[in-house]
């Protein structure tokens, strides 16, 4: 495929079911020219199985023995990609229509941007995620959790410090600029960490509403088990640097 637009690079873990329900909707709604980029982490289920077996033309995979973490299998399906945009988005996410589209459509229309983020909405479309606030000390909120889908605020583009992993779009160049992701990070903060990184070369985050996708959040085993050593690695590196902005979106 020439002139690939997006690179979507996603990873597994098993949960099978969730990975195939991705992968259709990922098909049916993305309209521009993209790869898919499939990286399993060690899964133990029948995931290996189903990717060995998946062929499709705009498809790049790779199958790890063991689990390497998000960080580093992010990295590698970031070093497979061609794609002027990669897109990172989780297994366990029902993209909609023209998700991927409006993404690049933002970053487009505005000057540095470095990363923008999605909509992430629970299955009963009440909102899981509309950016990333941080309050004292050092917590990470996820803005209007649990509003309802049309909650005026959540409506609202906004310049932030950061979003989530779970669906983020950032031009290939500059990942590779600030290095990637940080492999010290064990599945969790390496998004946070990453936008950090993209802001500090003078790039802004931006929240973008129009790219909405369902979320069944977290549902790898062992997802927070390393929360409190990654929030020890966050604080030491961006020290001074993040603004408890939580009381700015009530």
């Known amino acids: 495929m020439k002139d690939i637009l997006f690179s979507i690079v996603i990873l597994t873990y098993n949960n099978l079911y969730f990975t195939e329900q991705c992968l ?57 990609a061609e794609g002027k945009y990669l897109v990172f988005l989780n297994n366990d996410t029902l993209p909609e229509e023209n998700w991927v589209e409006e993404l690049g459509f933002a970053i487009e229309k505005f000057n540095r941007i470095g990363i923008v983020g999605s909509l992430l909405l629970f299955p009963d479309r009440t909102i899981q995620h509309s950016g990333v606030g ?34 983020l779009l950032i031009p290939r160049n500059l990942f590779f600029q ?13 998004d946070l960490d990453l936008c950090f990184k993209v802001r500090k070369q003078g790039y802004r985050i ?12 977290s549902l790898s085993s062992g997802r927070k088990k390393w929360d409190e050593k990654n929030l020890q690695l966050f604080k030491e590196k961006w020290d001074g640097f993040v603004l408890q902005d939580i009381q700015f979106y009530p």
């Open 206 to 217: 931006l929240y973008w509403p129009k790219s909405v996708l369902v979320h069944f959040e």
């Open 24 to 80: 259709k909707a990922v098909i049916a709604h993305t309209h521009s020219p993209y790869e898919l980029i499939l990286i399993d982490n060690g899964s133990t289920d029948a995931t290996v199985k189903f990717l060995k077996g998946l062929k499709l033309p705009f498809m790049k995979k790779k199958i790890n023995s063991m689990n390497l973490g998000f960080a580093k299998g992010g990295n590698q399906g970031a070093a497979l």
């Open 178 to 190: 600030v290095h990637g992701f940080e492999e010290n990070y064990l599945n969790g903060f390496e």
């Open 134 to 167: 941080f309050g004292p000390p050092y917590y990470v909120h996820h803005l209007y959790k649990g509003k309802e889908e049309t909650y005026p605020p959540a409506q609202t583009p906004r310049i932030l410090q950061a979003v989530t992993g779970a669906c």
